[in-house]
């Protein structure tokens, strides 16, 4: 089982950056692969990034390529999604995820990860 906290959501403007963290505990976070999500109201949750055990590969939704990035320490078990250029389509709550296994689809949904955080709001506005 994995424990994840995240942190680092927020109100910016449309333009600015934000910088997520995910604080995972509990099994051995190098082998778990892990990513973001996040939904906004009325929509279902939605894949945002992903990252390899080894933090070698990572994918992007076409959505927030070039605008996010995602990174991990696995020294520390944290996760983080840095997120810059942020539009107001960007607004949703933004999930922490872990998979027990590695990586099998660029583009996941949702069912594909077994471990989820709380969740954080971040939202772009004016």
């Known amino acids: 089982q994995v424990q994840l906290v995240e942190s680092g959501g927020g109100l910016v403007q449309p333009g600015g950056s934000l910088r997520l963290s995910c604080a995972a505990s509990?099994?051995?976070?190098?082998?778990?692969?892990m990513g973001w999500f996040r939904q906004a109201p009325g929509k279902e949750r939605e894949f945002v990034a992903i990252i390899s055990m080894s933090g070698r590969s990572t994918y992007y939704a076409d959505s927030v390529k070039g605008r996010f990035t995602i990174s991990r320490d696995n020294a520390k078990n944290t996760v983080d999604l840095q997120m810059n250029s942020l539009k107001p389509e960007d607004t949703a709550v933004y999930y922490c995820?872990?998979?027990?296994?590695?990586?099998?689809?660029?583009?996941?949904?949702?069912?594909?990860?077994?471990?989820w955080g709380q969740g954080t709001q971040v939202t772009v506005s004016s």
């Open positions: 995820t872990g998979r027990k296994l590695a990586i099998n689809s660029r583009t996941p949904t949702s069912d594909e990860y077994d471990y």
């Open positions: 509990g099994r051995t976070f190098n082998t778990t692969t």
